[in-house]
T-cell receptor, first 116, second 116 residues
Framework: GAVVSQHPSWVICKSGTSVKIECRSL??????MFWYRQFPKQSLMLMAT?????????EQGVEKDKFLINHASLTLSTLTVTSAHPEDSSFYIC????????????FGPGTRLTVL | AQSVTQLGSHVSVSEGALVLLRCNYS??????LFWYVQYPNQGLQLLLK??????LVKGINGFEAEFKKSETSFHLTKPSAHMSDAAEYFC??????????????FGKGTKLSVKP
């Protein structure tokens, strides 16, 4: 079946540093990748949608200069949290979609970011 | 705006007992509804979906859900719980199916525990 991986699975960093999270579709090419953020006991919230070779589309309230998304190939998208602060600590989840329908969206296992 | 409410952040059942996970939604247009399951350290997996047609939908692992428009509900059930069903379950709604943007709205999730 379709598998999406994320690396790293967890990361701890100091305030002010930047952190890069990778999302890979291992056995399929993804036309679209999505990034979600999940705070404890909260819903997954969509941050941005990215199509290969295009600029990401960010949801309202998400700072595009802080959360840099690069979708350089059909199997890799990266999320860079720039100048991270403690309030950026969260669980970041990516998903990759092989077609247009929502049920062709496959999710990665998530990355736990803790900013000290 | 769409929203999803999952009643009960934690549900505990005995092995062999009925599983009932509740999901209510709000949507101004006919909704598309989904249930996902997340096992520890894994990505969300699609359990089942409702798009159109029969309101009782069957998914993987013996789960099913019924779309009740009058009650704006999409509760997930399984007649007999198994230890392997222990996981976190997310209900999601979308106002489109097959669109080019990510538009899944998730509930906060319900953690299911199964007692021997």
């Amino acid at each position: 079946g379709a598998v999406v991986s994320q690396h790293p699975s967890w990361v701890i960093c100091k305030s002010g540093t930047s952190v890069k999270i990778e999302c890979r579709s291992l056995d399929f090419q993804a036309t679209t990748m999505f990034w979600y953020r999940q705070f404890p006991k909260q819903s997954l919230m969509l941050m941005a949608t990215s199509n290969e070779g295009s600029k990401a589309t960010y949801e309202q309230g998400v700072e595009k200069d802080k959360f840099l998304i690069n979708h350089a190939s059909l199997t890799l998208s990266t999320l860079t949290v720039t100048s991270a602060h403690p309030e950026d600590s969260s669980f970041y989840i990516c998903s990759a979609r092989v077609g247009l329908a929502e049920d062709t969206q496959y999710f990665g296992p998530g990355t736990r970011l803790t900013v000290l | 705006a769409q929203s999803v409410t999952q009643l009960g952040s934690h549900v505990s059942v005995s092995e062999g007992a009925l599983v009932l996970l509740r999901c209510n939604y709000s949507s101004s247009v006919p909704p598309y509804l989904f249930w996902y399951v997340q096992y520890p350290n894994q990505g969300l997996q699609l359990l089942l979906k409702y798009t159109t047609g029969a309101t009782l939908v069957k998914g993987i692992n013996g789960f099913e859900a019924e779309f009740k428009k009058s009650e704006t509900s999409f509760h997930l059930t399984k007649p007999s719980a198994h230890m392997s069903d222990a996981a976190e379950y997310f209900c999601a709604v979308s106002d489109t199916y097959g669109g080019s943007q990510g538009n899944l709205i998730f509930g906060k999730g319900t953690k299911l525990s199964v007692k021997p």
